[in-house]
């Protein structure tokens, strides 16, 4: 099985630099200068095609909308002269089409990037298709998280997060993970969407706050008492007597709510509204500190901004992690600091993975700062050592 690399652009001189830049890392290549012979091309899973979007006749989109209607599976690396806007939009478009964009090129290409991203793909697709690769991606059986909850498997990670202005640690957020006895370190994506599919986010989301609330009172012997966030899912607010319930977890450990952030996906918002609303509105009324996280990804995010009680906006780290590269990012991340502000909320950015990020960041006024440029998540116990380092 060898990948070919298909490329589709009406500019010979394009064409022939693809090619060759393909080639020289080892890909057999194919080329098309009119869209709608290549439709008639027998593609294969494995093969990649390196679409033009600006074509006389036939142009990108409508190969798109054709391969979509054909349902090829396809990985497609779309590359346009336009602005950047152009791309992102039919990107948008493809992935809305369920097809695999696994990246977009401006014109003029830079070949180096072009052929890192046929070589990550490559190995992505072969360790995809080599069965012990696809046994570790295969989903957890409800089951096992039942009993990974049941028998403390599940550990929580702390990130922090630092003032902008001073650097000083100001809080963390709670991630879980699960210690898994065969597969390792199992990372959340892996198993929250199959808790929440099966009802086991309550007992899950217990799990999380009781392991926070005694990480605390360890921290607290020590002098550390950051302020504490975690992520609630669509799940928990379903259920009217979440604010009692977290409230007598809270009372059991002498921890006032006002300690709490409760960090909600737009996504969640996406269910019963009334419920959501009831909810989270006395949630607040008790002292709880509601955060709206990766802000800007969801739907109507500023419906949920002008009906719900936020105290803070967490911009998505899609465009705080893009913000050097991508003007469009860094123009998002900025205006999500304004609105923010002008709503009276704090704003967090996550996902800063260098200083250039972080210097933009502070400019532009953004309030709290995390990511793996300040830290990656760690144990409760390692956190107590990095604040003393950090601190000093
Ligand atoms: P999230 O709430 O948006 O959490 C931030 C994620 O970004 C974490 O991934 C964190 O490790 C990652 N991150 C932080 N800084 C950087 C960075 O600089 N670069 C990059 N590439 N990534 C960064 P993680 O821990 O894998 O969690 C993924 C998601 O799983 C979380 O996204 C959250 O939605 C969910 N999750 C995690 N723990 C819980 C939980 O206890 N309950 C619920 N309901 N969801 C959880
Ligand atoms: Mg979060
Ligand atoms: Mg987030």
């Known amino acids: ?40 091309h027998d593609i294969r899973v494995e093969d990649v095609v390196l679409l033009d979007l600006n074509m006389p006749g036939f142009d ?15 990985a497609l690396i779309l590359i346009s002269g336009q602005d950047r806007g152009v791309l992102h939009s039919a990107e948008q478009l493809a992935r809305a089409h369920s097809l695999d964009v696994i990246g977009t090129l401006s014109k003029p290409i830079q070949i180096p990037s072009l052929q890192r991203l046929l070589l990550k793909q490559f190995a992505a697709f072969r360790s995809h298709h080599d069965p012990k690769g696809v046994q570790e991606r295969l989903l957890p059986h409800p089951q096992e998280v039942v009993n990974a909850i049941q028998e403390n498997q599940l550990l929580v990670h702390y990130q922090p997060q630092l003032d902008m202005k001073t650097s000083s640690l100001i809080g963390v957020e709670a991630l879980v993970r699960w210690q898994h006895p065969e597969r390792g370190l199992v990372y959340p994506d892996m198993f929250i969407p199959v808790a929440e599919k099966n009802g086991l986010m309550e007992q899950l989301t217990s799990y999380v706050l009781r392991s926070v609330l005694e990480d605390r009172q ?16 669509a799940d928990n607010i379903t259920s009217l007597g979440l604010p009692e319930q977290l409230m007598s977890m809270l009372e059991e450990h002498q921890c006032d709510p006002s300690q709490l952030t409760l960090e909600i996906t737009e996504s969640t918002l996406m269910g019963e509204l009334v419920t959501s609303l009831d909810i989270l509105t006395r949630l607040r009324m008790k002292g709880f500190d509601l955060s709206i996280d990766d802000f800007g990804t969801g739907y109507s995010s500023l419906s949920h901004l002008h009906r719900i009680p936020f105290t803070e906006l967490k911009i998505d780290r899609g465009f705080v992690m893009n913000m050097v590269m991508d003007e469009e990012a860094r123009a998002i991340a900025k205006t999500c600091i304004m609105l923010g502000h002008e709503l009276n909320m704090k704003v967090v950015a996550e996902g800063i993975e260098s200083k250039a990020i972080w210097d933009m960041l502070l400019e532009y006024g953004c309030d709290h700062a995390q990511g793996y440029f300040i830290a990656k998540p760690m144990a409760a116990d390692v956190l107590l050592d990095w604040s003393r380092k950090h601190a000093n």
């Open 1 to 40: 099985m060898s990948t070919e690399i298909i490329i589709v652009d009406d500019d010979p001189l394009v064409a022939e630099m693809l090619a060759t830049a393909a080639s020289m890392v080892g890909f057999k290549t194919h080329t098309y200068i009119h869209a709608v012979d290549f439709l008639t």
């Open 60 to 74: 990108g989109i409508e190969v798109i909308r054709a391969l979509s209607a054909n349902q090829v599976s396809v």
């Open 218 to 233: 360890k921290w607290h012997a020590e002098q550390l008492s950051p302020h504490l966030s975690i992520n609630i899912s």
